[in-house]
Each structure stands twice: as structure tokens, then as C-alpha cells.
């Protein structure tokens, strides 16, 4: 087994809300070894926000943990490697040794999470000169050097500007260099790029991947943009209503996906070869979690939903060694069921595309 | 795309539009700086472009929420720039409507659904009894997607998507000849937006309204209209039929904008590098441009020059 970073296991939580208890996650798994990028995709509200908070020891204060753990494997000070269950630790020790240390993050709004009253050098050292007392001098270069790392020119002129006078993507570069000032890692990137134009987009995506490569880190991104996720990602778990429905590796969620909710997901979103005249939409909403779901919570909007939908929350069926899906169309007792037209041909197409470059699918 | 488009004249007819914004003595914003397009009866017009590049500044000023400083815009035959007749304002605010990004944001949390979406109509006097107004938004609200009962309720007792229907009610209930979409579905999940754009997509065909679609999402743009607009600072630099311009760019910047779209094809995203594109080191000069035309309606704002280099 290589190594593990991060392992959540059976992660459930709620929120005491004045209306009830949401019940945002409910009992999921995630795994991410190192140098691996894993990306989270789901709808707002599905829960995927909440489970890196958790991880980051950054919960809402009324949220209430029913069970689980997150385990962090780490090297500790002494050069050693260790093991934590950061549920069970206190806000402190999180603080003093996770957070902005070991995993750091990256937010989707960098004028909202960056500090406008700082100059961005100042900021760039906090974190070096709390967590490990680096003298100044010594911060200063770094973080003069960490500019460089994410393409800023004229770095040191931009240490001692402030976050008003950067541009949208400068803004998300220093965020990133933040990030890295203390070599975490693990780097979880809650949609990094929502709030930036385009090409911009693409810059930062390029960005992230080099400094992954380079400093063999793992990142998480958290996204609902699956063109995002083809990407960057070499796994993806796709997240509805507070549970995980499909995990697999890159190419088995977008050549061969298995859940109706994924095939919906994908083929909501055009790609630039779409001309068919409507678009597949996945009917409805999602459900409300301050009542508790009986049976598959995604049944009511599954034109594939059977009775069983109704009554019993599917388990992970396992397709093949890295890919897995809740959905009882996987029981073998199940009707077989093609997935939408609309979507096996835009696969179809993606396959010929990728088979006239030359390259392979395996 | 509207058959025999020559012979048809244009909805909306922009030209040379200009809209600056004085800041201080020294200092005007060019937000948008001589922009020319047409929109045909029934077609999608797409406008696209990075943030700052004046996309929304053109919906509005179109629109007239801003007074544009110079050029010259015609809605349905009519000049609708400067000072207009009541005649004139009371067509343009019954004709054209706009959709705003954000559904929350648009909608008084203090009205009823029904009164939103017949606001329009009440300050018109469109209808001539009660009954008449009710039955109108109970239509209108079925059309989009929600019942009649509905009518009674508030913005926040609604879904994200919902509330986008309701925008888009409010909109049509006016049989407007020309909606303004300004990124009306970029606030919305996935799933939503397909729903939102199908919806509008039948609207469409039923009404025979056009859009003008502004969005930063290029494959949505791609997908819903007819004919795509490229912006940056404040200049139209590229326009076409959609295959048109995402076949054939021309301009470096249509062709940096286009290279950055993800696909959800992963062997083929993970090797991919997009175009960088400064206009600062580029050593093009938006103002010095003029439009050249390359086939069909394909046009790109260039010098000579440079159309020639980028031709060839």
C-alpha cells in the first residue's frame, strides 16, 4: 500500500438548525494518497463544503459529529511519521499543528481571503513566522521566492502591495502562495476558480498542477465543475445529498459512469460539440435534509428509481477495482439499464476524439 | 438561425455604441468603446468575454439603464438613444426585458410571486379587469414551469432554480421582442441550469422572442445562440454565426478565450496548455482596428496589417 495521507472513514455529521437537525453528511469515505489530486463534485448543499471543513477542524460551532473519523498521517516534529484522528483533537492542537501547516487551503474568493489591510508579503510570512519562528529575513526570501513559484513578476515590488492592486488571478496566485508557505501536505482547494474568468481559470488549473508535480503534495478539490475535474483530477467522488454515489478514477466517471445522478451531472453540461436541441436535465431538486431520507435520497428525481428506491439505501456496488457506485441498477437482480442516449454519444465522441489523437484508453 | 436574415430587418440594431464613465476630471472608464451588432427577431445573440470587458455595461445601456455616450441603438425600427418620446419609452419598456444574474438579488422579498410577475402589467394597465391580471400571471406561471398556485407565495419560500423562473416570468409576461439575459444561469448548479436553459430554448420557439445571452460560460454560449459576440475592453473584436467562431477564430484573443475551455474529456485535458494572451505585450491597439470581413458574417476588428498576418 502506498502511502495514505488522508482516510475519512464512515464521516457523519449534523447541524442544529432553529428548524431541526440537517443531516448534511451521511456516513461517507474518502481516501488520498500522496502526490494523488482527488476532486469532490457535487451540487451546493451536497455536503462537500462541510466534509473539508471537518477535515481542517473548521466546523461551524453547531455542528455535532455522530461518528467517524479522519485519520491524518503525518511526519511529526521530531521527523517521525504519526497518525491522528483530527475529529478527536481539540481547536489548539489543530491549530498549532494542521491548519495552514500541514493542510492548507485555497478558497473560491481571494478578495474575500485575503486580508485587505495587509501587505501581501506580510501575509505570505504569517504563517512561516507563527508555525515555525522562520526570523524575518529569512521569511522575507521565501516568500519573495514563492511569488516567483506561482508566476508573479516583480516580486518584490508585489510584497509590499496590497490586495487592492492586484488583478482576480494575481489575487488567487498569492492565495495559493499562502498556501505553500509552510509545505503542507495536503492542499484542499474549495473551487478554487469560480470567481475567476476563463483563460484565467486555466492559468491557475496549470499553476496548481505544476506545483503538485513539483512538490509531490496531494490536493482536494472541491468543485461542481466537471470540466474542472477532467482537468486536474486523478480521482473523483461524486457527492449527493451528504453521501458519496460514485467513486472512481478520472476515466471511469467520465468514459463508463455508473449512477444515474453522474450521468445526469455529466450530461447537463454542454460540451462544445453539443447540438442536440435540448439539453438531459435531471428533474427537481435536491431534498431537503432536515427530513430524514428514507431509502435512495436520489429516487424522487431518478427516472431509473424502482421500488426498491423507495425502501432501501443502495450500498456501493463495486464495478471494477477503483470504481464503485450506490445505485441498486448495479444489483444483479436489477433490469438492465442504458444510460441516456444523449450521453453514450457524447462519450462515444470523446472516445473518437482521444482515439484519432493517437492516445489510449485503458 | 432565422432563415433569409438579409432580407429580415434586425430587432436590435447597435452602432457605434459608447458608454464611458467619468470618475474623476482626469480619469474616464471606456467601458465600452464603440461596439457595433445586430440581433435578427427569434435568434440568440451571445455576448462573451472576461470580466471588465463591458458585456453587462452593453445590456444595460441597450436596455437604457445607462445613457449611452454616443453611438446610436434601434429597437424595432426606432431610435431608442437619447431623449425619447412616451410613445417610444412605453414600447421599450414593454418590449424588452431583461433576466439578472442573481434571481435573489432581482426579486422584492416583500411581494408575492404574483405580484412580481405583474408588476409589468400594473404599472402598463395592460389588462382591463382583475380576473384578467390573475388569469395572465397564473399563464404565464404555468409556462415557465410553476403553478398558479404559487401566485401567494414569497422569493424565499422558493428553490434557486424556481426563482429563476420566476425572473424569467416576470420577463415574458410583458411578450417581449427581445429578452437581455445577463448571465442568468451563472448563479444556478448544473443540474438548475439545463432546466433554465431548455426552458428558455422553448420560450423561444413558442414566442419567437430573441435573446441577447450574456455569459462567461462559453460552452453554455455555444450551445444556446445563433450568433456569438467576443468582447474585451470594452471592444467587439470578433463576431460570427457560433460555428463561425468557434471553428475559425481569428483574433488572438477569441483563440486564448476558446483554448481555455475545459472539456470533460480527461485523456485529452490532461495534456492540454491554453493560449496566454496579454494585451499590453500583444502590440495590438483595439482603436486602431476596424472591422474586416472574412466570410458569411464572420467579421474581427483589426488593422490591415494584422489581418493579413492572422489570414494567411
Redesign the interface.
Known sequence: MADKIIEINNLDISFKTTAGLVHAIRGINVDLEKGETVAIVG??GSGKSVTMKAAMGILASNAVVNSGEILFHYTDDDGQPAMVDILQKDKRWIRNNINGRRISMVFQDPMTSLDPTMTIGKQIMEGMIWHYKTPKKEAWDKAVGLLKEVGIEDAQKRMKQYPHQLS?GMRQRVVIAIALACDPDLLICDEPTTAL???????I??LIKKVQKERHIAVIYIT????????V?DYVNVMYAGKIVEVGN??EI?YDPKHPYTW???S?????D??D???????G?PPNLLHEVKGDAFAARNKYAMKIDDEADPPMFQVSKTHWAATWLLDPRAPKVQMPKELSDRIER?KE??RS?G?S?D | MPENQSTKEPILKVTDLKQYFKISDSYTVKAVDGVSFDIYPGETYGLVG??GSGKSTIGRAVIRLYDPTDGRIEFDGMDITGKMSRKNENTLRTRMQMIFQDPMASLNPRKTVGDIVAEGLDIHHTYKTHEERNQMVSEILKKVGLSPEHRSRYPHQF????RQRVGIARALIMNPKLIIADECISAL???????V??LM?DIQQETGTAYLFIA?????V??ISDRIGVLHLGHLLETGTKDEI?DNPLHPYTR??L????????????G???E??DYKTSGINYSEGTYHHISGQHYVKCTDEEFNKWNS
Open positions: 451540487e451546493s482576480g474568468d476563463v483563460t484565467i481559470q486555466a492559468k488549473l496549470e461542481h465543475d466537471l470540466g474542472v475535474v477532467a482537468t483530477a478520472v476515466n467520465y445526469g451531472l455529466l447537463a453540461m454542454p460540451d462544445l453539443t447540438d436541441d435540448r439539453l438531459y436535465t435531471i428533474p431538486s470523446m476524439a482521444v489523437a492516445k484508453i | 472576461e470580466s428553490s434557486g432554480g424556481q448548479d448544473v443540474s438548475i441550469q439545463a432546466q436553459v431548455n430554448k462567461h460560460d462559453l460552452s453554455m455555444k450551445y468557434f486564448s478565450l483554448s481555455a475551455i475545459p472539456s470533460p474529456n480527461p485523456i485529452f485535458e490532461k492540454r496548455i491554453s496566454t494572451y
